[in-house]
């Protein structure tokens, strides 16, 4: 009689770790996609693969410089972030990681009001993205700016 409940006992703990297994596989798989399409925003759809590690000269260094500065920017701190933005275009060499990088140096110098690097940061973004509506928007942004310098103030009447 022992030996049936024995049995019992051991597919329960089976049936237990498979599905604690299946519970952390899935999370692994949510971290995964989202972390995929935080770094992966400006991949055209024809360009898009996982070879973003491949790609860069230091993937290591990369990935660190760009979560210091968005940590920096996070906090308000966009001349620092700025650093930390320019400090992992070194690192890589994909030109729609590049746009993803000046995008965020672009927010940074909107946040700063500073419009003039913020103008020639997304002229970057427009040079090296490779997804058209991408392009598109970033060149509409930049005609807004230059617009903008193009205005008359107080000062310049």
Same mark, same amino acid.
């Given at each position: 009689?022992?030996?049936?409940?024995i049995?019992?006992?051991?597919?329960?703990?089976?049936?237990?770790?498979i599905g604690v297994g299946l519970m952390i596989n899935n999370k692994l798989a949510d971290y995964n996609r989202e972390h995929k399409q935080r770094r992966t925003v400006f991949f055209g759809p024809e360009e898009y693969r996982e070879g973003i590690v491949s790609a860069s000269k230091n993937p290591r260094k990369? =990935?660190?410089?760009?979560?210091?500065?968005?940590?920096?920017? $996070? !906090?308000?701190?966009?001349?620092?972030a700025i650093g930390y933005f320019k400090k992992s275009l070194q690192y890589i060499s994909l030109e729609p990681q590049k746009a993803?990088?000046?995008?965020?140096?672009?927010?940074?110098?909107?946040s700063l009001g500073d419009m003039e690097s913020e103008l020639s940061a997304v002229?970057?973004?427009?040079? =090296?993205?490779k997804n058209d509506s991408v392009k598109v928007a970033? $060149? !509409?942004?930049?005609?807004?700016?230059?617009?903008?310098?193009?205005?008359?103030?107080?000062?310049?009447?």
């Open positions: 009689m022992a030996k049936p409940k049995v019992i006992v051991a597919a329960l703990a089976i049936i237990f770790a990369y =990935f660190d410089a760009l979560e210091a500065g968005e940590e920096l920017a $996070k !906090q308000g701190d966009y001349n620092g993803t990088v000046y995008q965020k140096i672009a927010d940074a110098y909107k002229l970057m973004v427009e040079r =090296f993205t970033y $060149k !509409q942004r930049a005609d807004q700016i230059r617009q903008a310098l193009a205005a008359p103030t107080p000062e310049n009447k």
